[in-house]
């Protein structure tokens, strides 16, 4: 297996970078966010943690368009050109109700397809579904039921559809929220295995640190700012993380 390098996290100069700068939000009088930069390459998996309130979910719906903010939000391509920054987006923990007949195969139809869906499936549809499952090695989910789905099953398949078409970065709102640990390790390299194969980033937020070691690049941690980035343990081992998460020392590994 070829190894994967690292690429690093400096100057964007000839790189394929995703660029957020000098970015802030305020409600009333209420700053949300204040003079957030962040640097993300392409194919670099990033962690974004920080306490409840820290404005983790602001950040994100300003990158996808739906948060007005001041400042600037930028993506380069290898030349160094600014173009357009296509995003796929999974959100936290969807519910859906579990007597639903709505089939996998329904929703992809419902989300990508041009044909109304009560009109049935022509077998393109299903081949091209089944594309996308074999991404996150989900085909055999096609038939089930959303309803029906495990925690994990649900997220290779809300996973599957990010990546139609295939995005610039991929932004994942609590990804382990609501899996097992077996579940957790499984989507974690799922993950690490998608950024490689496509050379995309990844933008995570968690609440769960077991794992950031071992998958990502970097770790960023938010109250409102940016307190501290840098590799998972600099981050975790720091006295920002103790003082976020009203510790005694930082998360010594």
């Given at each position: 297996m070829i190894p994967y390098i690292r690429k690093p996290a400096g100057d964007c100069e000839h790189a394929c970078c995703l660029k957020i700068e000098h970015l802030s939000v305020r409600?009333?009088?209420?700053?949300?966010?204040?003079?957030?930069?962040?640097?993300?390459?392409?194919?670099?998996?990033?962690?974004?943690?920080?306490?409840?309130?820290?404005?983790?979910?602001?950040?994100?719906?300003?990158?996808?368009?739906?948060?007005?903010?001041?400042?600037?939000?930028?993506?380069?391509?290898?030349?160094?050109?600014?173009?357009?920054?296509?995003?796929?987006?999974?959100?936290?923990?969807?519910?859906?109700?579990?007597?639903?007949?709505?089939?996998?195969?329904?929703?992809?139809?419902?989300?990508?397809?041009?044909?109304?869906?009560?009109?049935?499936?022509?077998?393109?549809?299903?081949?091209?579904?089944?594309?996308?499952?074999?991404?996150?090695?989900?085909?055999?989910?096609?038939?089930?039921?959303?309803?029906?789905?495990?925690?994990?099953?649900?997220?290779?398949?809300?996973?599957?559809?990010?990546?139609?078409?295939?995005?610039?970065?991929l932004i994942l709102d609590e990804p382990l929220s609501g899996v097992d640990v077996e579940g957790m390790e499984t989507l974690m390299q799922m993950l690490d295995e998608i950024r490689r194969r496509f050379d995309l980033s990844i933008l995570m937020t968690t609440h769960d640190f077991s794992m950031l070691e071992r998958y990502c690049d970097r770790v960023v941690l938010m109250q409102s700012r940016i307190l501290r980035q840098g590799t998972p343990l600099d981050v975790l081992n720091s006295d920002e993380f103790a003082a976020a998460f009203h510790m005694g020392g930082g998360a010594r590994a």
């Open positions: 409600m009333g009088q209420e700053a949300i966010l204040e003079d957030v930069n962040l640097h993300m390459h392409c194919g670099q998996m990033v962690a974004l943690i920080g306490p409840n309130g820290a404005g983790k979910s602001t950040l994100i719906r300003s990158i996808l368009g739906q948060q007005e903010y001041e400042g600037a939000i930028s993506f380069h391509d290898e030349g160094g050109k600014n173009t357009r920054l296509r995003i796929g987006y999974v959100p936290q923990s969807p519910a859906f109700d579990r007597g639903d007949p709505v089939s996998v195969l329904d929703l992809f139809a419902c989300c990508i397809g041009r044909r109304p869906a009560f009109l049935g499936f022509r077998r393109p549809m299903r081949e091209k579904v089944l594309r996308c499952l074999a991404n996150v090695r989900g085909e055999a989910l096609i038939d089930k039921r959303i309803g029906a789905l495990s925690g994990g099953e649900l997220q290779r398949v809300l996973l599957a559809l990010a990546l139609e078409p295939i995005p610039n970065i």
